[in-house]
């Protein structure tokens, strides 16, 4: 079960520069492991932001809730999610 | 170059189900093509609107907006673009 | 899987009261259908509004936008989809 | 008579997670007595946010505000409240 | 129960001087019925705008709708309301 | 003259539990002291939001911004002030 | 007592070019004898659109409402009216 | 050449009374300044709120920017400036 | 002086393509002639929809007004108007 | 491949003056190199903002996000892409 997410992150000024490369790091890690796990399809830098939109393939609401808050950098993250179904002219 | 798209569909009031039915068929073969050129890499339905986000994969943002401006509906769509790039997490 | 709908309708104004009464007729049939099925879960009207939430309960995405899709008032609406997951505090 | 709210929570960072820890186990109580009382008739997560829908079963504006403006969190919290009256569709 | 409400109205351009004048008569009698009644304890133009400030004391969310929605303009009006409660600074 | 307003106070975060005790207090004189002189008609909490909605009474702009910035809240209050006009339906 | 005004023009697309000249040649003499009269003080286009900025010197909300409504075009104007006071840095 | 502009403050929270008060004097000397050269042509607070109307003459867009980002108080300022045109219904 | 520009062009339903296309021929005619003359030092289209941005090149905010107005799409334009200055990291 | 920015700079308020001098002389060299390598075509000052316009010229996506993200002062910027196509009306 597909749906689009857009996710932005703002994160607060006290934090220094080694702690935001140590999130960065988790980060990293944990959606390589979506991705290879197949519950991110794909996942592109929105230009010029500090942003991504991601393709989510999951099983329902609640794993998708689960996944999305299980990002290190979810604490300073804003989310919003759309859920998708399959497009009539789709030739997949 | 990947591309996101959002494409809303608001028919005027004056055309009749006949209308629509021809937009339609003609929307549905014009899609078609360029998902099997791969100039559209995913077309999804967002649920409970007359509306979709697409992936594109183009050029330019000259071919993009050819091919956006050729779709039969496109009269009738309201088209948000947002430019993306590779995501430094992405494993693909 | 649960998620609360927000529909706002807005008929067109060459729409006579009878094309209105049938709308509203078939409208309640369906709507009534959905509840039997346990498919809403429940319908309230948003005081002072011609709008309501629903809160619908589906197994996927796809059946969500087809039972959306469905309504015969379809056409005249303007539907917000918010996915809804188990809430921590919830105690059923 | 019923009402829909939409609460999102922001915690202030000088906030320590021991602190909010504190803070989610008196909203978890708070919460569930309500829910016992029949006041909350349902609490959903919207998935991706901090935030949640709920439906509110009370007697009057008044009983309302005493309830949300009761909640633990509640200096955290920016809430929106949509009065709902019988849905002529409902079968309930 | 007090509620604070703004309604826009906004007539479609086929109505006549004379629909409109219609409009305004009944209306007139009704909302002078509600203040008689106690129902509607304000009403205000909002400068500059086809718009009005109303207080309502009502029973429940069920009987402020269905006053609401007898409005003869009803179908021309956006309606927002904003439940009150007892203010810990008012003396009244 | 009549004008209806809405404040939304929000304390800043380095704020004490014992200053906003005070601010209290002396708001509540202050709004106290405007409604027996009338220059208030009314006042009332938003359900579930730290904001009011008031009705004052004074006789000119000038007059209104002296009572509006002379609330001890002020520095934290975001006012919308609406000027209000005798509507022709009411009764008063 | 002065207020700032914006007001944007739309005009129903089944007006002829004849009915708008009416219009703008009723609008001018209207406008014209208002600034005469003082109780425009001022009145400039926006650059690029059908809108307009004013000051107005009125002596009451009722008085403001009535000279608006009483604008030819008024039913074809969206206004946005913001009460203004001394300005403590004014020299005038 | 003729600008309206509005301009809202807001001051960072560690700011004290004390720099505030020189921040106003200065501010009050600035404007002063450019009213009697004209370059500010009437400058009025916005009832409710820590913002103002002004009307500026100045020769260029340059100029204004440089007039602008001259305020004392020009950091804490959100400016939005609309260009103006002579109105064809100004009698001046 | 420079002015950055928005136009969105929205064409009223009852156009017939061959109405459109005559606009289209004196619109390009007309923003040929403002290139040639250095007032429009620049045109792109928006990819994905019926827009444009331009960089106007005038001598007042009453010649870019003029010279807006006189497109003969404007009365199906809605036009946002940017006022530029010298950037002082530009090397120009 | 053409595209209009919109950046709008917001320095946190722990930053001493000294700090934003040397992002602002980081910032000139290289938006200076940007636009002596063509990439940058031309900037402009919005007035009365701390924000521009920039027209950028770069092959891809990608390389527009790795030249925005490259600015000194990206991590205080907020930062809109429009992508460009040809203009059918430009003479370029």
């Known amino acids: ?3 689009m997410t857009r996710m932005d992150v703002t994160f607060p000024p006290h934090l220094s520069a080694e702690d935001i490369a140590v999130f ?3 980060e990293k890690e944990y959606s390589g492991n979506l991705q290879r796990e197949g519950r991110i399809q794909g996942i592109w830098r929105i230009v010029g932001e500090y942003a991504n939109h991601a393709l989510f393939d999951v099983e ?3 794993e998708l809730h689960e996944v ?3 990002f ?3 604490p300073y993250m804003k989310v919003k999610v759309t859920p998708l179904a399959k497009h009539p002219n789709s030739i997949r």
């Open 1 to 3: 079960m597909l749906y």
């Open 24 to 26: 960065q790091a988790r």
């Open 60 to 62: 329902t609401n609640d």
């Open 68 to 70: 999305l808050s299980g």
């Open 72 to 74: 290190p950098m979810y």
